[in-house]
Nanobody, 118 residues
């Protein structure tokens, strides 16, 4: 069974940094796409950053220049380096991936909380 496990969230002061990790485990053929989303209570889940299996990346305008997504293919792990954090970055961050087993499935992690104090 494929699982995504996130880590790295926490409490940080404004201007600080955190690095989130999301590791895929289980039996699968390939990972085609990995993304980070975030969600505040009462708000819609929003895409923060994504990376394709060719290395192409995409970012929300609100995080461009501050966040960097990267992937270690050998470890089946995607990272989100978050610098110059702002209070409005506080949210539950979710990892999402399109993973091929006998078909292409969409998988979500359990979420990791990021809280930025002012």
């Amino acid at each position: 069974q494929v699982q995504l496990v996130e880590s790295g969230g926490g409490l940080v002061q404004a201007g600080g940094s955190l690095r989130l990790s999301c590791a895929a485990s289980g039996s699968f053929v390939s990972i085609n796409n990995m993304r980070w989303y975030r969600q505040d209570p009462g708000k819609q889940r929003e895409l923060v950053a994504g990376i394709g299996n060719g290395g192409s990346t995409t970012y929300a305008d609100s995080v461009k220049g501050r966040f960097t997504i990267s992937m270690d293919n050998a470890k089946n792990t995607v990272y989100l380096q978050m610098n110059n954090l702002k209070p409005e970055d506080s949210a539950l961050y979710y990892c999402n991936a399109i993973i091929r087993t006998s078909y292409n499935g969409i998988y979500w992690g359990q979420g990791t909380q990021v809280t930025v104090s002012s």
